[in-house]
């Protein structure tokens, strides 16, 4: 659990992180746009030629590159920093990784007096990657549900709202889901759910990193994410990761090596 807090609290640094990111990003941007209209200007009223004798055009592609480069170098420091902690790559129990975070943010569902069911199935095969980032995954996913919940009680709905956390195996795969009766997403706003800095919150509120986040690390792991909504009714984010496959260090160890050791 305490590493599960640590990562709600990276979370929010990389909040901040992005409302940083938008400001720093915003001059650099503005004076690449000054300097092209500029330069379009220029070259309406006198021959490229003679810009480029002088110098000039140079200069202003030289500014131009240079601010791209500065947004390049925000945007390259704050992806690291999104990664920074992914340590070695583990076994996770599923059931662990959803339990640990279910308890974490547990206090806002039941502030909202929500049903929560946590529906794991039995015998559930483990998963690889790095258990901190599995389970900023369903942080992220459990926050949106409670934000989407809050939203629907502020808006008078009447129904007690619900939250299902689950997970199964399909077709070979893991499969967790996350499921609100929220409002639910309209559909014009589904093909842009990934997109980082995509949100319809309020600053300070919502940083539009959480899903894209998520895919990153999702993807990472050799899996993917999806989400089903219907407005009225609620929403449905659905990751699949591949299981953990080859030798499992909890079971083989002192188990005879019945396992063939990499090469
Ligand atoms: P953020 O939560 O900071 O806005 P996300 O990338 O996590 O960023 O989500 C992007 C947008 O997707 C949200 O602003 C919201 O409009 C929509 N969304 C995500 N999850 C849900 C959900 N469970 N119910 C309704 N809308 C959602």
Same mark, same amino acid.
């Given at each position: 659990?305490?590493?599960?807090?640590?990562?709600?609290?990276?979370?929010?640094?990389?909040?901040?992180?992005?409302?940083?990111?938008?400001?720093?990003?915003?001059?650099?941007?503005?004076?690449?746009?000054?300097?092209?209209?500029?330069?379009?200007?220029?070259?309406?009223?006198?021959?490229?030629?003679?810009?480029?004798?002088?110098?000039?055009?140079?200069?202003?592609?030289?500014?131009?590159?240079?601010?791209?480069?500065?947004?390049?170098?925000?945007?390259?420091?704050?992806?690291?920093?999104?990664?920074?902690?992914?340590?070695?790559?583990?076994?996770?129990?599923?059931?662990?990784?959803?339990?640990?975070?279910?308890?974490?943010?547990?206090?806002?569902?039941?502030?909202? @007096?929500? $049903? =929560? /069911?946590?529906? +794991?199935? #039995?015998?559930?095969? %483990?998963?690889?990657? *790095?258990?901190?980032?599995?389970?900023?995954?369903?942080?992220?996913?459990?926050?949106?549900?409670?934000?989407?919940?809050?939203?629907?009680?502020?808006?008078?709905?009447?129904?007690?709202?619900?939250?299902?956390?689950?997970?199964?195996?399909?077709?070979?795969?893991?499969?967790?889901?996350?499921?609100?009766?929220?409002?639910?997403?309209?559909?014009?706003?589904?093909?842009?759910?990934?997109?980082?800095?995509?949100?319809?919150?309020?600053?300070?509120?919502?940083?539009?990193?959480?899903?894209?986040?998520?895919?990153?690390?999702?993807?990472?792991?050799?899996?993917?994410?999806?989400?089903?909504?219907?407005?009225?009714? @609620?929403? $449905? =984010? /659905?990751?699949? +990761?591949? #299981?953990?496959?080859? %030798?499992?260090?909890? *079971?083989?160890?002192?188990?005879?090596?019945?396992?063939?050791?990499?090469?």
């Amino acid at each position: 659990l305490e590493q599960a807090v640590v990562q709600a609290d990276k979370l929010s640094a990389v909040g901040l992180m992005a409302a940083g990111l938008a400001h720093e990003i915003n001059n650099p941007l503005a004076s690449i746009s000054a300097y092209t209209e500029d330069l379009q200007d220029r070259l309406r009223e006198e021959p490229a030629a003679r810009l480029q004798e002088s110098g000039e055009l140079d200069q202003y592609l030289g500014t131009i590159r240079q601010q791209a480069l500065r947004c390049k170098g925000f945007v390259d420091s704050m992806l690291r920093f999104t990664r920074r902690e992914s340590g070695p790559s583990r076994l996770i129990r599923v059931e662990d990784a959803l339990r640990d975070t279910l308890a974490l943010i547990h206090y806002r569902f039941r502030r909202l @007096g929500a $049903r =929560v /069911t946590l529906d +794991l199935a #039995p015998e559930l095969p %483990p998963v690889r990657g *790095e258990p901190g980032l599995l389970e900023q995954v369903v942080l992220n996913l459990l926050a949106n549900a409670a934000d989407a919940l809050e939203d629907a009680a502020a808006a008078g709905a009447e129904s007690r709202p619900g939250l299902r956390l689950g997970a199964r195996t399909e077709d070979g795969w893991v499969v967790i889901e996350v499921e609100d009766t929220g409002p639910g997403i309209p559909p014009e706003h589904l093909p842009r759910l990934f997109e980082p800095f995509f949100t319809t919150k309020p600053p300070g509120k919502g940083t539009g990193l959480g899903l894209a986040v998520c895919q990153d690390i999702v993807r990472a792991m050799g899996g993917e994410i999806r989400v089903e909504s219907e407005l009225g009714r @609620g929403t $449905r =984010v /659905t990751v699949r +990761l591949p #299981p953990a496959a080859g %030798p499992q260090p909890a *079971e083989s160890e002192g188990g005879g090596g019945t396992w063939p050791t990499n090469p």
